[in-house]
Structures are given as C-alpha cells and as structure tokens.
C-alpha cells in the first residue's frame, strides 16, 4: 500500500524552510479516529503535509471502532506532519497523531518534545476523547480542546466542557478543521494559553 501526500493548494508544496531558521518548536493533533487531525494538518500547513494514510481493509473489521465514521475509507497508520513558518527564525512542525486505539501506542512517543497539543474532537463520539486527555494529563502537556464542527445536533459548549469532565483552565473552542483560517485560530488558542501559563508560572516565582 502506498502512503498517500494531501493535496493543498498549488504554490505551497514547495516552499522552502527559511535558511535563516535557528529555532523550532512541536505541536500535537490528536484525537479520536476521523475526528478530521489530517485535514488540519492539511489545512494549515505551508507545505505539502506527509500523510500515512493508508486504504482501510476487510482486516480491521471488528478491530476498528468505525461507528460515525461509515463513509471513511483511509486511516492514518504512523502520523501527518506538516510545518509552519512563525518567523524568519522560529518553525512550528506539526505531528497529526494516528486515532485508532491500535496505533495509540505512538502517541507517547509524539508527544515527547512538544510544546503543546491540540485535542480535536467530534461531539458525536465524545468518549473518543477521554484518552487524548487522559494521556496529555498524564504527560503534563499543555493542551486546548477543539470542536471540529460536523452535521448534526449543535450542543452548547459548556456542555461540550460538562460532557468531556473538562477543567475551566483548558481552552475549548470550535473549529472547521477544513478551512485554513479556523485551524490557525486553533493554533493561536494554544499559543495564547501556553503564555498565559508561563506568564502564571512567573507570577509565582
């Protein structure tokens, strides 16, 4: 089977890393299976993402958890990666994580290194996002929580919040993982809490 490349928009696929580049930082998308981690990547990055995307088959019948997800014909199997210039100096890489619970053993291993992470999430499946948390908790890496926005019913956020047992001090904000503009928001929601925490930390000391 062949990993298959995202298509983005013509012109960014080969933009090169800025050759005065000193500086990089790692953030994590991570969630439950198609909850839409490599659109984002996709969306967001500047250059063409890697995708290990593979074909799904008759095999992870009865293994892979495709309930909401009936029409997905490809999983990620290992990660996306995708890269952002801040500066002429600082590079954000961005590492999609695999949602299946049988690749969730990577997930330890992406997260060492990162500055933050983003949780995405669908309210259909809700309980596919306690073990991201869970595990981001557990690393003590700093994390929003973002609603990819799909059809269906519109629940307020608080009860999103209420629903994923979430504390008042993670961000939660809504996405379209699709659209560039709301991935960055995303990003920037992380960003700013990453500040606000190193600003508290300060206070502190």
């Known amino acids: 089977m062949d990993s298959r490349i995202s298509e983005i928009p013509a012109g960014q696929d080969r933009t090169p890393l800025p050759g005065t580049a000193t500086d990089a930082v790692k953030i994590v998308i991570v969630g439950g299976f198609g909850v839409g981690k490599t659109t984002m990547v996709s ?17 992870g019948i009865g293994i892979d958890n495709t309930s909401g997800v009936a029409g997905k014909t490809t999983t990620t199997v290992a990660f996306d990666f995708g890269r952002i210039s801040l500066s002429g100096e600082l590079v954000l890489y961005l590492f999609g994580a695999p949602g299946q619970e049988r690749f969730w053993f990577l997930w330890d291993r992406l997260f060492a290194g990162a500055l933050g992470a983003v949780v995405l999430m669908d309210t259909r499946r809700v309980v596919d996002s306690w073990y991201a948390i869970d595990r981001l908790e557990h690393h003590g890496t700093p994390f929003v929580v973002a609603r990819n926005n799909f059809p269906g019913p519109v629940h307020s956020l608080g009860a999103v919040r209420d629903a994923l047992t979430l504390s008042e001090d993670v961000p939660l904000v809504d996405c379209d993982a699709r659209d560039r503009e709301s991935s960055k928001q995303v990003l920037i929601a992380l960003v700013d809490h990453l500040h606000a925490l190193s600003s508290a930390r300060e206070t502190r000391s």
Request: no cysteine; proline share 6%; aromatic share 0%.
């Open 43 to 59: 969306s967001v990055s500047e250059i063409r993402p890697l995708s290990t995307e593979e074909t799904m088959t008759q095999a």
